[in-house]
């Protein structure tokens, strides 16, 4: 008991300083740490292995959609940057220059890039000719940089991963099609994968991507009941096609310019799953994500078969499931129990002497601290099922909470209240005027965080401005 | 016929110009193109399928040998780069420095790592307290600048992608052994899956990486005789460990420095593939990178029965093999032989309404032009069979011309004329000193590409400077 005391009191409780609780978090499992450099962080192999099964996820999906991977060029020329100005004025704030080479001047100031729109159309206008070379649909994993002023690990840093697709079609019906397709690719990531339900919408004129006609959004709700913006998808319409000349020749003969998209989901994904699933004990990993999804603590090594039968249960889960066994002597079992928890493997197995003549394993589930027995006989195939339990109950719980916090506000001054006091979504009736979002932004920090594509008529007016309302939207504090 | 001649006349050949023909066959096949920053490449979906094909299988070897992936900054701070005098000489001539954020002038400049050894042992140095906590074994996927003048895609450009590899251990018998055991996986990433033969060995003194002790190398041979290094490992001793203070308690209770290691493959393998394999066609793949194992295509497509034997074949072999099926109608089948045969798919399929009645497909395999014939019934096993043969028929081809290529020199005048117009590997005797290897170097062009570990005593005298040999080397022109 003494040791579980000690561990609590390492973490900082959630409900006490939630921003405190996270960095805790992600520090101790040996997610991340911090770089030298400033607003850069190191991402440590148990973070980097989440990455790694999101991008296997996520990889397979695109290309069963027909994309490809590529690379494209870290650097881009400054002059390509100001082509588009939307683009121009929206990224280069945060931009770093790379100015020299050895000791030598550069000619032209080189960017690092924020996002690889200008580059990539560059490309594209040179390998585009006619409609028989579309649609071109391509993607990259790389690195980019944004030289954020406040940064934390995962959520908002310097420079992150991710994967930016980036496509070209011959019609307007097609590019927006390409836009949601992959706007729900990722809601299936998100939702079947990190067990983080998502509100699916539109961004509005003020927070969509610099460049884009429209911007899709899906956004989550943290514990804390602010927003993360977890993956966008943009509709470019023609504005980059015209910047950099993306023309083809069309199936009627005539010079025609292209539609493009891009969309995109990073390491910001990680910050999310820890921040919607965690708990005191630490974090709670989706089994179809999780590093470890399952850790075998056998207790009592020294007495007879203890250790024989563990190798066993190792060999035979370690094809079907990731999964370890640790059988460090130097450790009790105690202290391994809490090590795991804290480190949000969803199912321990955990066994002695008596478990295996009795022919059964206990299985604890990290997502409701429940334990149950499973069969050694039929281990491989309980295991599974419990797993997928512990997967859809992750989902379900963290929907719930969603649900519960997510209220209809038609008063402005409730609306203000929440902000203050009781953070969540608040689904409202809007104007559609630019003003009024940035008067709720001034006065109360909350933005819109998406126009939704399920709309309801909650009244006819405006929360903010009382001007006829247009459409509902989800307003929100956002990371 | 024509479409072939007109093809042959497309591609420089060969042995007409070696540098052009490589150019032509890289930038037809669609594996890479120029990109806008000078010394940059974009590597197309044909290019980039080798490199995950590469990764897939190195980064197996790597966890299979206790290896984690993790994720280090792009960005250096300048004072890490001066703290291992060697490192910093060797690589701050070819460093692009970010100097600005937005428009405000950073306070140290900040270097795009050229390799990450500095910041990953910066890290290191933090999470490393005690014997407990070695060996630490990290391996990163990024992308890495060096600045250099003259490039060539995938040889030598100012990005790249590769793997980093950073080892620390309690022992300098663990780094040395390390070292070696990476050496050893690279040998089998190009031996067994590029079918690139290679020979093993420590570079010289002046060869070696900028800080290591030492460095293995594989060197192979392109077609032109000239050498490509094609995988290197270091073993740093405690270089990096004292200058950036990697400490740990020992096993003696005593405070010890740590033992390091590096290691690295990277795009240039791929530059490496195509030079070793193709042929006036254009490329050859081999089977365990190809990004399409296998093409199929049907000849009479308006034909009862084709098309649907077509997609039959495709359904029976695509989920064992990386195949296609073309289809297309608006090329004819003579076209499509052209345009595979050029991206050096290794089996071609081909079959008419005849062959489907006499239950069998035409094969054409691609490194002998030849073709053998496929029963429909027994095809997935044939089919392996068949690309089984193809691979270690490609290794057996360059390992016999690397072989041909490898001459005894005892004579400073036959190794001149080798290297004025008969490119091959020499294997010599050498003293060891510093100036035979300068004078060999500015008198010939040929510089040292291993001490292999395959040592033979060809006579007493350094073939340079006739003074008293010590060991046997490789010389070479080199990439």
Tied chains: 1, 2.
């Excluded at 096609?241 to 005539?254: E, P, S, T």
């Excluded at 390491?267 to 989706?286: E, N, Q, W």
Aim: aromatic share 10%; net charge negative.
């Amino acid at each position: 008991m003494s040791k579980k005391k000690k561990f609590v009191q390492a973490v900082t409780s959630r409900d006490e300083d939630f921003a405190r609780w996270y960095t805790d978090v992600v520090l101790k499992t040996d997610m991340v740490d911090y770089a030298p450099v400033k607003g850069c962080m190191v991402i440590k192999p148990y973070g980097y292995a989440v990455w790694e099964n999101i991008q296997k996820i996520a990889d397979k999906k695109f290309k069963d959609t027909g994309h490809e991977n590529a690379y494209f060029p870290l650097l881009i020329p400054e002059s390509f940057l100001k082509r588009e100005s939307d683009h121009f004025e929206g990224f280069s704030p945060e931009v770093l220059w790379v100015t020299q080479g050895g000791d030598q001047q550069l000619s032209e100031r080189l960017l690092i890039r924020p996002t690889s729109e200008t580059i990539i159309c560059n490309m594209y206008s040179k390998w585009i000719q006619s409609y028989r070379d579309l649609p071109v649909l391509m993607n990259q994993w790389c690195n980019v940089i944004r030289w954020e002023k406040t940064t934390r690990p995962f959520l908002r840093t310097a420079e992150f991963l991710w994967q930016e697709g980036h496509t070209v079609h011959e019609t307007t019906e097609e590019a927006h099609e390409e836009a949601l397709r992959m706007h729900e690719i990722y809601r299936q990531v998100a939702e079947e994968n990190l067990a983080m339900p998502v509100i699916m919408g539109e961004k509005s004129e003020r927070e969509k991507f610099a460049g884009a006609n429209k911007t899709y959004t899906m956004e989550a709700m943290m514990y804390d009941g602010k927003a993360l913006q977890a993956g966008t998808s943009h509709d470019l319409g023609q504005n980059f096609a015209k910047m950099f000349d993306i023309k083809f020749l069309g199936r009627d003969g005539k010079e025609q310019l292209g539609y493009s998209t891009s969309w995109g989901i990073s390491t910001r994904l990680i910050g999310g799953l820890v921040m919607v699933h965690g708990d005191d004990r630490g974090l709670k990993m989706p089994p179809r994500v999780a590093p470890i999804q399952t850790v075998i603590i056998p207790i009592g090594l020294e007495k007879e078969g203890v250790r024989e039968a563990a190798n066993e249960i190792f060999d035979r889960l370690h094809e079907e499931f990731r999964v370890k066994l640790d059988d460090r002597e130097q450790y009790s079992p105690g202290w391994k129990f809490n090590e795991y928890e804290m480190k949000g493997v969803p199912v321990r197995l955990e066994f002695g002497k008596r478990e295996i003549e009795e022919g059964y394993i206990t299985a604890f589930r990290r997502d409701t601290l429940e334990k149950t027995k499973l069969s050694f006989e039929n281990l491989e195939e309980e295991l599974k099922t419990l797993l997928e339990d512990v997967q859809n109950n992750m989902f379900k719980m963290a929907k719930e909470r969603m649900d519960k916090k997510t209220k209809v506000y038609t008063d402005y001054e409730e609306l203000k209240k929440m902000a203050d006091s009781d953070l969540g979504f608040g689904k409202v009736m809007r104007s559609g005027d630019l003003e009024d979002e940035l008067k709720l932004k001034e006065e109360t920090g909350l933005t819109i965080r998406c126009i939704p594509f399920e709309q309801e008529k909650l009244s006819d007016k405006c929360i903010i401005s009382g001007k006829e309302a247009k459409y509902m939207v989800y307003v929100a504090k956002a990371y």
